[in-house]
T-cell receptor
């Protein structure tokens, strides 16, 4: 039973389109995240949500809009896709936002290719 | 600003060797440090979480140590196997909250 699952796994789309990536966790965690892994494989935080509330927006363009309908789901919607958005996007979750024992668990990633 | 560095960037070894992967961070005010493994085209698998109050954490052939004061952690892999081939990433939560700062990873290849 997958702990953090995201769909789709692969996404190929044209410039200018709007697309969404879905994420669900069944770990009962309070906090969820989106990370971006660029072509150089460097992982960087995009957003953090705690109990459906946005707590971090790491200077991400406002074409990216996360939505958390409940604490088990965090979706990422991207408007007007650009070539530079091509990357692997990872969803993650952890028991809480800070302090001890905040082990993070990651999904399998969504490889987005903008053509 | 927290920065995480991993050395070496890549490592190729014959099967059976004991390995040490290094991770350093600039701000010692951390609650924990986490080691991950990433296989090509796959997600991240959590290997070990070591708390700031701990010096070591072990799981099977893996042993992670943490020296907060010097801003360093090492991941020791005993008796390496080809199945250990992957990229190993370390990450810390700056100030303990809200996100992880990752190193660039060590790409490990273990050949038979």
């Amino acid at each position: 039973d997958t702990a953090v699952s995201q769909t789709p796994k692969y996404l190929v789309t044209q410039m200018g389109n709007d697309k969404s990536i879905k994420c669900e966790q069944n770990l009962g965690h309070d906090t969820m995240y989106w990370y971006k892994q660029d072509s150089k494989k460097f992982l960087k935080i995009m957003f953090s949500y705690n109990n459906k509330e946005l707590i971090i927006n790491e200077t991400v363009p406002n074409r990216f809009s996360p939505k958390s309908p409940d604490k088990a789901h965090l979706n990422l919607h991207i408007n007007s896709l650009e070539l530079g958005d091509s990357a692997v996007y990872f969803c993650a979750s952890s028991p809480r936002t800070g302090g001890l024992n905040t082990e993070a668990f990651f999904g399998q990633g969504t490889r987005l290719t903008v053509v | 600003k927290q920065e995480v560095t991993q050395i070496p960037a890549a490592l190729s070894v014959p099967e059976g060797e004991n390995l040490v992967l290094n991770c350093s961070f600039t701000d010692s005010a951390i609650y924990n440090l986490q080691w991950f493994r990433q296989d090509p085209g796959k997600g991240l698998t959590s290997l070990l979480l070591i708390q700031s109050s701990q010096r070591e954490q072990t799981s099977g052939r893996l042993n992670a140590s943490l020296d907060k004061s010097s801003g360093r952690s090492t991941l020791y892999i005993a008796a390496s196997q080809p199945g250990d081939s992957a990229t190993y990433l370390c990450a810390v939560p700056p100030g303990g909250y809200n996100k992880l700062i990752f190193g660039a990873g060590t790409r490990l290849a273990v050949h038979p």
